[in-house]
């Protein structure tokens, strides 16, 4: 399961402090030491730790704990309370458009689960009685395209696509299409690669200013850890990216990527990807996130 060493760690050392009736600066620099080695140790971004660490000793030698008659109680609950803050606090909704339908464009490297999500997303707003669209704008892998209607058929949920034609003009003409038959959300599968590349990012950023969308939402797979964290740098710097989803939850990472996403790109992590199925997608709960870490 995601987070169990780290997991594992935390409640270690923060047990260790629970008991004490009083602490000390250097309670708190040992306990503080062997959280900063977890979380690097789980891949969590290394300036994302610095400046945890940094904050939570600074809030560890206040009045509230050192005058508290349960000091290791209190550090327990700012860990918490800082592991969650930088996950996101709450819970973040995805933007709508006022003259509906909500555009929403996916991207990300190939493999990291985009079209999967796109899918998962379309199913999560059909339940709430919406009408999406997806769009296979993925036109250099055919077999994108036939992922998408297979998973579109499969969710009773329409897939638009014109083959291998341009992804910009698909994409225009999907709206148009949505307008007509009042689809309130259209959902956008785009290009992935293996690696970022000019060619990749000239073609997003046509679709982008081609549609307009009201959500790019990045998707990144937890498994590959800090060079998630990289790849949502540099999609942020030539994107208008507004939300991050975190793919592969279910699997055996070591969540750095769900630790840092967020501290590095500025974007809030909206959805997390628990699994192959398509009702295995859920909003990202910071806080539950949190608690899970800490037990
Ligand atoms: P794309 O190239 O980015 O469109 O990636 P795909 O959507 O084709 O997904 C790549 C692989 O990852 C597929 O085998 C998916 O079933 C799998 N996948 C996607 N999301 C998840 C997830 O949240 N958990 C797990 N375990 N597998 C996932």
Redesign the pocket.
């Known amino acids: 399961m995601v987070f169990e060493n780290l997991s594992t760690k935390l409640q270690d050392t923060l047990k260790r402090l629970r008991g004490k009736g009083k602490l000390t600066e250097k309670d708190v620099d040992v306990a503080l030491r062997e959280v900063r080695l977890a979380l690097l140790e789980a891949d969590v971004n290394f300036k994302v730790v610095k400046d945890f660490v940094k904050t939570v000793k600074e809030r560890c030698l206040g009045a509230e704990v050192l005058e508290s008659l349960t000091p290791g109680q209190q550090v327990i609950k700012i860990v918490n309370d800082e592991l969650t803050k930088l996950m996101g606090e709450s819970v973040a909704k995805l933007n709508q458009s006022s003259a509906p339908p909500t555009v929403i464009m996916m991207v990300?490297?190939?493999?990291?689960?985009?079209?999967?999500?796109a899918a998962k997303l379309s199913n999560l707003l059909k339940k709430k009685q919406h009408s999406p669209l997806l769009v296979a704008a993925?036109i250099y892998r055919p077999a994108?395209i036939k992922?998408l209607q297979v998973l579109g058929e499969q969710l009773e949920v329409p897939v638009y696509q014109m083959g291998q034609q341009d992804p910009v003009q698909t994409a225009k003409a999907a709206l148009e299409q949505a307008k007509r038959n009042r689809n309130d959300y259209v959902i956008i599968?785009t290009a992935?690669r293996l690696h970022i590349d000019e060619e990749l990012m000239a073609e997003l950023t046509r679709i982008e200013k081609a549609v307009n969308p009201d959500e790019i939402l990045l998707?990144v797979d937890a498994m590959t850890g800090q060079d998630a964290v990289n790849v949502a740098q540099s999609f942020k710097e030539k994107l208008g990216l507004s939300g991050v989803v975190l793919?592969?939850?279910?699997?055996d990472t070591r969540g750095g990527a769900a630790l840092s996403v967020r501290a590095v790109t500025g974007c809030p992590v909206k959805f997390a990807?628990?699994?192959?199925k398509t009702d295995?997608?859920e909003p990202f709960y910071p806080e539950r996130m949190a608690s899970r870490i800490l037990g």
Not at 108 to 117: C, H
Not at 273 to 276: C, F, Y
């Open positions: 990300g490297l190939q493999g990291s689960g985009k079209t999967t999500s993925d994108a992922q599968d992935g998707v793919t592969k939850l279910d699997g990807g628990l699994g192959e295995a997608f």
